[in-house]
């Protein structure tokens, strides 16, 4: 296996904090009707449902932070996300914030993006 340098390794704390950033602006509360007032947490919010401090958080998302698997798996279970999508550090950032919000778009809106994006592929 090869050797990773200090670079790389920093790289990709600073993807997984992105990943991270981008799903706690997506989240969204379970249940609720999605509206721009309840989609996405704050910094504070996320400490507090993690059980971890907003300036840890904010460490995490900017890449200072190295995370241990325990603090993976409190992030992953707030966010509702899976340790894949946010450790899928070779997929592009967008591509990360995509996935991650069809996953929790309701089915009926995914089916209708599905339906616009099988029409664009035709033209």
Do not use: W
Request: aromatic residues 4%; charged residues 30%; proline residues 5%.
């Amino acid at each position: 296996m090869p050797e990773r340098d200090e670079e790389q390794i920093n790289d990709i704390y600073i993807e997984l904090g992105e990943r991270v950033k981008i799903a706690r602006k997506s989240f969204r509360k379970p249940g609720e009707t999605p509206t721009a007032e309840n989609i996405g947490l704050t910094q504070a919010e996320l400490a507090a449902l993690s059980k971890h401090t907003q300036s840890y958080i904010s460490e995490i998302e900017s890449g200072k932070a190295r995370i241990t698997v325990d603090v993976l798996k409190d992030l992953c279970d707030t966010l509702a996300v899976t340790p894949n999508q946010l450790l899928n550090y070779i997929e592009p950032p967008l591509t990360a914030e995509m996935a991650i919000a069809l996953q929790r778009m309701s089915d009926g809106d995914r089916n209708k993006l599905l339906q616009l994006y099988d029409l664009m592929k035709q033209k």
